[in-house]
């Protein structure tokens, strides 16, 4: 009887272990070549799109990622399916995980619905430059959860979509023309109107340089040192950069070849002395004398220059008594 039992379960166990391991290679097998397809479905979308002119380069890698992900979602109910579980209670079964992992993941699921934000209002675009809270670079991508930026020394940065959607958003690119702005300082004995009228011919000299709107120069600030000018014109986006450094490297030098002098920042210091502190520095100076002779009386080697000293204390003072 006993052996009988033993045998049966033996078969039973057997007879499990033979489907289960089936359904294990199967599970196994279907999720490596839906690994695979979603890759290639991914890689076919991305490819698809890459010349595709109707379709903006900012959703062209967010399609190819939704494409993998709903391959893998269906791998997924093909696995728990091969395992002999009811679609219906996978379905039941992902809307409570979905329920628990919303509630658990509420930043991460903030960035998904911060990209979808971005991705239809569209304040940054792929290859533009901005600047959103503390992070500035070009675009590269535009992911569910992330950001891609490229800084212009060549940093990598990957930004959670949150946080650039809650912060203000600066588009350096999205505009086609920016202002140029070229500041410097002027001495105070040089001329100022001809300064101005140098600086502005220097800056619509510039072939970069839009006539409409016409550039423009002013004194911007009377600083410590210098009477700072500003000369102010319009430019093309793409040729913000490279017109800013040629001017502002020539409105050094073709300002000092036309005689007019740059100061270096300087403050000129005026001590005016009264009877009070007169009468206060004088006790001081005699202070001062003391250490000097018993220095001198302890070390006669160093007696010439401490009388020299006292020489040149002997000599100050009558200059502050009067």
């Given at each position: 009887?006993?052996?009988?039992?033993?045998?049966?379960?033996?078969?039973m166990?057997?007879?499990?272990?033979?489907?289960?391991?089936?359904?294990?290679?199967g599970?196994?097998?279907?999720?490596?070549?839906?690994?695979?397809?979603?890759?290639?479905?991914?890689?076919?979308?991305?490819?698809?799109?890459?010349?595709?002119?109707?379709?903006?380069?900012?959703?062209?890698?967010?399609?190819?990622?939704?494409?993998?992900?709903a391959?893998?979602?269906?791998?997924?109910?093909?696995?728990?399916?091969?395992?002999?579980?009811?679609?219906?209670?996978?379905?039941?079964?992902l809307?409570?995980?979905?329920?628990?992992?919303?509630?658990?993941?509420?930043?991460?699921l903030?960035?998904?619905?911060?990209?979808?934000?971005?991705?239809?209002?569209?304040?940054?675009?792929?290859?533009?430059?901005?600047?959103?809270?503390?992070?500035?670079?070009?675009?590269?991508?535009?992911?569910?959860?992330?950001?891609?930026?490229?800084?212009?020394?060549?940093?990598?940065?990957?930004?959670?979509?949150?946080?650039?959607w809650?912060?203000?958003?600066k588009?350096?690119?999205?505009?086609?023309?920016?202002?140029?702005?070229?500041?410097?300082?002027?001495?105070?004995?040089?001329d100022?109107?001809?300064?101005?009228?140098?600086?502005?011919?220097?800056?619509?000299?510039?072939?970069?340089?839009?006539?409409?709107?016409?550039?423009?120069s002013?004194?911007?600030?009377?600083?410590?040192?210098s009477?700072?000018?500003?000369?102010?014109?319009?430019v093309?986006?793409?040729?913000?950069?490279?017109?800013?450094?040629?001017?502002?490297?020539?409105?050094?030098?073709e300002l000092?070849?036309?005689g007019?002098?740059?100061?270096?920042?300087?403050?000129?210091?005026?001590?005016?002395?009264?009877?009070?502190?007169?009468?206060?520095?004088?006790?001081?100076?005699?202070?001062?004398?003391?250490?000097?002779?018993?220095?001198?009386?302890?070390?006669?080697?160093?007696r010439?220059?401490?009388?020299a000293?006292?020489?040149?204390?002997?000599?100050?003072?009558?200059?502050?008594?009067?």
């Amino acid at each position: 009887m006993i052996e009988t039992d033993v045998a049966t379960i033996t078969e039973m166990l057997k007879g499990f272990a033979l489907g289960f391991g089936l359904d294990l290679l199967g599970a196994v097998l279907i999720l490596v070549i839906g690994w695979w397809i979603a890759g290639r479905t991914a890689a076919l979308v991305r490819h698809s799109l890459k010349n595709a002119k109707f379709v903006d380069s900012t959703l062209k890698p967010l399609a190819a990622s939704i494409a993998r992900y709903a391959v893998l979602i269906f791998v997924i109910i093909a696995v728990l399916s091969n395992f002999g579980v009811e679609t219906t209670s996978i379905i039941a079964v992902l809307g409570a995980a979905g329920l628990a992992i919303g509630l658990a993941l509420q930043g991460t699921l903030s960035n998904i619905a911060a990209g979808v934000m971005i991705l239809i209002l569209r304040p940054l675009k792929v290859d533009e430059f901005v600047e959103a809270g503390s992070v500035s670079g070009t675009v590269v991508e535009i992911t569910l959860f992330t950001t891609l930026l490229k800084t212009p020394d060549g940093v990598f940065i990957s930004a959670p979509n949150s946080q650039i959607w809650n912060s203000a958003i600066k588009n350096y690119s999205r505009n086609p023309t920016r202002r140029l702005d070229i500041k410097v300082g002027i001495a105070y004995d040089d001329d100022v109107d001809a300064a101005l009228e140098f600086l502005k011919n220097l800056v619509a000299s510039d072939e970069r340089v839009l006539k409409d709107p016409e550039p423009m120069s002013f004194v911007a600030n009377l600083g410590e040192s210098s009477v700072d000018l500003t000369a102010r014109g319009w430019v093309a986006t793409s040729e913000f950069w490279p017109t800013f450094f040629d001017l502002t490297r020539k409105s050094k030098t073709e300002l000092e070849a036309a005689g007019f002098s740059i100061p270096f920042p300087q403050r000129d210091l005026h001590v005016i002395e009264n009877a009070e502190t007169a009468s206060i520095a004088k006790p001081a100076a005699k202070a001062a004398t003391k250490p000097a002779a018993k220095t001198a009386a302890k070390k006669p080697a160093t007696r010439a220059r401490s009388t020299a000293a006292k020489s040149t204390t002997a000599k100050k003072t009558p200059a502050t008594k009067s």
